[in-house]
């Protein structure tokens, strides 16, 4: 349940939610890398020489469609990054008032032994 809960705030599919021993895990939506490496795939085999030859426009198709990809994956990690920026920023308020309201505890029942 909690691993689908990060699968929705992270807006990640189904697919990134893998069983590990008893439990589960997410991991980041490789799609787009997935998608770029068949679009390298899809140009073509090289020559006998190892060199691939294209035409311009066909270039320019697959530079483009490479380049929306490269915008899909620099969107979803600064997503990642802010997610877990505010996460952190969350837990270290969290710890600073835990610590704040121990010491001050401490204080009192020091005050209370000492009167």
């Known amino acids: ?14 697919s990134c939610l893998k069983s590990y021993g008893s439990g589960y895990v997410v991991t980041v939506d490789l799609t787009p890398l997935q998608k770029m490496v068949q679009d390298i795939d899809g140009l073509g085999a090289p020559g006998k020489d190892s060199k691939l030859e294209m035409d311009n426009a066909k270039y320019q198709a697959w530079q483009s469609g490479f380049k929306a990809q490269e915008e899909n994956m620099k969107t979803t990690l600064q997503t990642l990054t802010q997610k877990y920026s505010n996460a952190n920023s969350l837990y270290d308020n969290l710890v600073k008032v835990l610590s704040s309201t121990i010491s001050s505890s401490l204080e009192t029942a020091k005050s209370f032994l000492q009167g």
């Not at 349940?1 to 189904?14: D, I, M, T, V, Y």
Request: aromatic share 8%; glycine share 0%; charged share 20%.
């Open 1 to 14: 349940a909690e691993a689908r809960q990060w699968l929705s705030e992270l807006n990640l599919p189904n």
